[in-house]
């Protein structure tokens, strides 16, 4: 019987065990004569021999599960992981990067010291600020601009409560963050709410040009339950193109040409303002840190999730019957023009009969005529 | 009996006979097991339906309960509850499509990224699809830079260990790869007949030579001449039959060669790779030995053309000052 683990399960003084009970004795008369049977050679052979059979405390995979695939290999290993994984002491209350943006905070969950642990605080050297930044500035620290946490708490709660009520309101929000990294928690927001993301550059001219830009990209008319009404195709492809109601910016400084292009169509934006970033470029800035991703990701959930829990009141208001947003205009029912093509067709239609029966009258005419003129019998109608 | 009472009868008598036999349904034996509790317990006079005790009932079920909310026909309220807005989350990226196929790899990858994988040269081989087929795919502007991202992530899944590929990988792998795959179309192996001869076919230059090859002696037949009457050059003769002078089969094999077009050393040369693919047939271990001796590469040299300005191919005639 092989016994895998052996000095984990008896110990590492059984395998001291085993050497004593084992003394070193020759077991075949062949080794005694021969050119190899000096006294170390025997022992030095034996020693290994007993090597071979000691198993070591941190065995090769290819010693023990030489016989096993790779498939089986990794079950067992998730098998293990499954009884094994939760030995050891429990740890409670501690940072778990993933859960900000598989589960990110709400609004009410935002806290001084979850900005603090985010880095939100953190500004940008003293001499790169921007002085209309200076009332959301507590002070300075080894040359470097402290932002004030309460004016971020308290920023990005109205933020939430803007971002809730225009998703409640049916409004089109775009949540944009085109930093390396920053791609994750835009679309994770995006998704949560069933917005609209943007994490590569933002094309100039989206909006001001958005025929050109966006005219190939497809629309689709839904009802109250979010749920898509097929046969508006044509209506759709005339009408002009979609804009956003509420833009939400993580890095501002980068998106100059989006924020200018908002501002001119009188769409309102909400940004996270560093303090080296112009807060005049956004309707609602939100003090913060725009270079920590963790920090990001932190306002992005929260404002991802406020604007879940307003889809989620629209939606709610949806099932009741109530509209809770201003529905398209000049939009006709494809039913009605189904039934005015039809009576058009049905009109066409008439119109070919009577024609059809005119011809078929003055043929039959002709005929009679003909038969009259061969025969000199019939009367000759009246046309 | 009083006048008017045998009047009565007669006309009772007169008329049942003119009355056809009307076929009077069977009453329901249930009804007439059923007390009727109203002609029991009432007190008043009988009411004129219920003397029908025994008439059918037919069974029926009561109407629908009325929808409050929809109103057939009322465009208005249909209509008050439509609003239009973009089909994909990706719409503002003006490359929805990319974009979201780019966001759902992504999450795959993030999803099966522990499972064990091969190194990428031991990976299945794939053709992926060019950025041109995407684009026409997608009939989207995609950038080169960000198409390569994508293949990053493609190859990156590709490398899961096989046998534990998940189905959703493989169907979502599908839509990137091209229609024809490397490995598709493999050519039907060749087959040593029922006389033991195998064939192989060669070309060089504009010869070409078809070889049969059979266990034998070591007799060669080219055209119907022997090696040393078709080939007056020693080269030439080794050569023809390098394939197996190189793998030490000079003795075991015979081959009948016919060769035709170009020179003779092109001809020379088109039977080393015809006896050589012969020789497989026969024994499909060889392959790495007659790669390592040069026969399993059909040279794929020949006389290049003469070109405008030229005097030859490469020729120029003499450059003159003026």
Redesign the interface.
Known sequence: MIIRHFAARNGPRALARTAYQQPLRRFFASDVDGPNTSPEHNFERQINAQAEHIPSLNPTPDAEQSGLSVAEQYHLYKQQQQLNGRLGSEITEHYQPHTLLSNPPSSADVTLELLLASEAHQGHATPLWNPANARYIHGIRQGTHIISLEATAAHLRRAAKVVQEVSRRGGIILFVGTREGQDHAVVRAAQLSKQYHLFERWIPGSITNGQQILGRCRTKVVNEKDEEVTGFEDQLYDRPVLRPDLVVCMNPLENYVLLHECALNNIPTIGVIDTNADPTWVTYPIPANDDSLRCIQVIAGVLGRAAEAGTKQRLEAGEKGEITYKPAHNLTLPEAEETAAAEKEKLGEEKEAVELDNELAAKLEDIANHDGRRLGHRVKHSA | MTRGELSRSLQRAIGTLGRPSCRRPIPHPASRSKPSPSRCLSTTAARPEELQVNEVQEKFTAAAPIDF?RIPGN?RN???????????????????TF?DDY?SL?ALLRKVAT??TVSPAEAPKVAWKTIEQYRIMT??PVKNQ?YHKMLHILRRLNCV?P??MPQEVLDAMQRYKKETQPGDIKPAPGVVDEMGRAKGVGRRKTSSAVAWIVEGEGEVLVNGKSLTEFFGRVHDRESAVWALKATQRLDKYNVWGRVSGGGVTGQAEALTLAVAKALMVHEPALKPALRRAGCITRDPRKVERKKAGHVKARKMPTWVKR
């Open positions: 909310g465009r249909v209509l008050a509850a439509l609003r239009v807005v973009p089909a994909s989350p990706s719409y503002f990226s003006a490359k929805p974009n966001i992504c499972l064990p009939n989207e960000r260990h046998s534990l």
